[in-house]
């Protein structure tokens, strides 16, 4: 979250954003589709659908077109996150508690979440026709005023690298996930303490890491330290365990039981859900890169998308672009539905393929 704060600071997203001119609205989906799906995979879903919320905002003047728009960006964020270990909450507790490992989830992930998005987007093509309408000229902030072209485009590129460079430095170090996002962090540190040394005092404090620091969310984080701790409870308490026996009993099926656990999603938040399964099934009973948890990552990723209110994405993009979750409902509900349906079956298909 530091990182991607600080990144925003020095308007390094404005990089990707100031190249797109298209005034076609097809083209913009297609642009929009692959920017979230792929964005998310390295940020996260939640930073994803603000900064590309913020180039809707830019591009589109028609309040109906943002709507739309806006509906594709939850869902590609969702299905781009579900396939990276760092690009959604679910899949990085996974990753951390031992569940999956990164070169598996984004073999056996990709092609569904892609799946999940495309079909959507498709649905979506045949209402957006035609050109959009003339945008406002952009406005320059305090902030990109304080920074070069090359500073931005400096912190934009190592923070990615940061970020990309976390699973990579598990994987040959065999270390703590955390120990690598936290010596990327020193390392931006470093760096921006040295581009921005000859500034005033006002800009060192936009730009440094100890003002973004101050500004990131941590009512976000203080949310998920609970969900976690509340959910550690009933683990503790042995009702995880009873409640795996009930849904065996109930469901039977594995495959049937990780759909369902992706439906919740939708309602509940994904995130007590996966902690849930984690408490639920050890890994003695599923180990590491068994196709529960694999198939965990992709339900529980994409199932969020099919009510706004079922991932932080979607939450993010309501109150932004103010859409109702009637308005969402009526319109988006059930493309996400068709995606997710139709990216569970690639996911079997391709499970049963090998």
């Not at 913009?28 to 809707?56: G, Q, Y």
């Not at 936009?206 to 998920?224: H, K, M, P």
């Not at 042995?238 to 594995?254: K, P």
């Amino acid at each position: 979250m530091t990182i991607v704060e600080l990144i925003d600071a020095h308007d390094g997203f404005e990089l990707i954003t100031s190249r797109i001119a298209t005034r076609s609205r097809r083209k913009l989906l297609v642009i929009i589709t692959i920017l979230s799906f792929f964005l998310s995979a390295v940020l996260d879903n939640l930073t994803t659908s603000i900064v590309m919320m913020s180039l809707v905002r830019k591009l589109v003047p028609d309040e109906l077109d943002r709507r739309y728009y806006g509906g594709l960006v939850i869902i590609a964020a969702n299905a781009g996150g579900a396939w990276s270990p760092i690009g959604d909450v679910t899949t990085t507790m996974l990753w951390v508690g031992g569940q999956i490992t990164t070169p598996m989830v984004i073999r056996s992930v990709f092609l569904p979440a892609l799946v999940s998005v495309a079909v959507p987007a498709l649905w979506l093509a045949r209402r957006l026709k035609g050109q959009l309408a003339a945008a406002e000229p952009p406005r320059s902030s305090v902030i990109t005023a304080a920074t070069s072209p090359r500073e931005r485009a400096l912190v934009m590129f190592c923070g990615s690298g940061v970020l990309i460079g976390v699973p990579v430095f598990k994987t040959l170090t065999h270390l703590p996930p955390f120990m690598g996002i936290l010596l990327g962090v020193g390392l931006l540190w470093t760096l921006t303490e040295l581009l921005h040394k000859r500034k005033n005092d006002e800009a060192k404090d936009q730009l440094s890491v100890a003002g973004a620091l101050q500004r990131v969310d941590s009512q976000s984080i203080l949310f998920f330290t609970g969900i976690l701790l509340a959910i550690s409870a009933l683990e503790s308490d042995g009702q995880l365990a009873v409640l795996a026996r009930h849904l065996n009993d109930l469901i039977g099926n594995v495959d049937l039981i990780t759909m369902s656990i992706g439906l919740s999603s939708s309602i509940i938040d994904n995130v007590p859900l996966v902690a849930a399964a984690q408490g639920m099934y050890t890994l003695a009973t599923f180990p590491t890169d068994h196709q529960f948890w694999l198939f965990l990552a992709f339900c529980a990723g994409t199932g969020g998308s099919i009510l706004i209110i079922g991932s932080a994405a979607g939450i993010a993009v309501m109150g932004i672009q103010r859409i109702s979750f009637g308005w969402y409902v009526r319109h988006m509900s059930f493309a996400a539905l068709l995606g997710y349906v139709a990216g569970a079956l690639a996911y079997l298909a391709l499970a049963a393929a090998h």
